[in-house]
């Protein structure tokens, strides 16, 4: 609710910005001045509202992130991701060419941003692709993750190992 009357505000602050500008435009540089400061205050406003709105949904002691990394990427073509926390079904995502690029060349995607009991969880992430000579492949990874107040970060990531040409899929709480 209170998000929505932010939105609300913002939205109006918009309207009044524009309103300024079309004026500010027939005017003088005194009023240009004005809606430039009304610019950036609107700016600031919708900043704190995003950051209140973060605080406000994932309050740090059950923030629970994980996010998804590739090291080299030839042994495996990622075609989606599928994450389950204690059985239930928390995340799916469909890879685009351009998301497999961006993490072929390092890139870390968040793939969950949520809440978390703390205590004892199972994580459980399926991985489905091309595997080495381009064939169907369905592979795992599981974690044991222990949620405490502090906010919790597990890496997923996918590496070659080129002594067994094979994909490796590891996890790792960030400490």
Same mark, same amino acid.
């Given at each position: 609710?209170?998000?929505? *009357? ?22 003088? &540089?005194?009023?240009?001045?004005? +809606? ?14 995003? !950051? ?10 059950? @923030?629970?992130? =994980? ?12 075609? %989606? +991701? @599928? !994450?389950?926390?204690? $059985?239930?079904? =928390? ?6 060419? #351009?998301? !497999? #690029? ?5 890139? +870390? ?5 949520? *809440? !978390? ?14 595997? &080495?000579?381009? #064939?169907?492949?369905? #592979? $795992? ?8 107040? %502090? &906010? ?5 990531? =996918?590496?070659? *190992? ?8 590891? %996890?790792?709480?960030?400490?």
């Amino acid at each position: 609710m209170l998000f929505n *009357n932010g939105k609300y505000i913002v939205t109006i602050l918009l309207s009044l910005f524009l309103s300024a500008t079309i004026i500010a435009e027939e005017k003088s &540089p005194a009023l240009e001045k004005q +809606v430039q400061d009304l610019k950036k205050e609107v700016l600031d406003l919708n900043k704190e509202l995003f !950051i209140l709105e973060e605080d406000l949904l994932f309050p740090a002691n059950t @923030q629970f992130s =994980i996010f998804l990394s590739m090291d080299i990427g030839e042994l495996f073509d990622l075609d %989606s +991701v @599928q !994450i389950e926390v204690d $059985g239930k079904n =928390i995340a799916n995502h469909l890879y685009t060419e #351009r998301e !497999i #690029r961006a993490l072929k060349r390092g890139g +870390v995607q968040r793939i969950y941003l949520g *809440n !978390i009991a703390s205590g004892k969880h199972e994580l459980i992430a399926f991985f489905t692709g091309k595997g &080495p000579s381009k #064939r169907d492949y369905k #592979r $795992g990874t599981t974690i044991e993750i222990e949620k405490t107040s %502090s &906010p919790l970060f597990v890496e997923l990531k =996918i590496i070659d *190992n080129l002594s067994k040409h094979q994909p490796e899929f590891k %996890s790792k709480v960030w400490e």
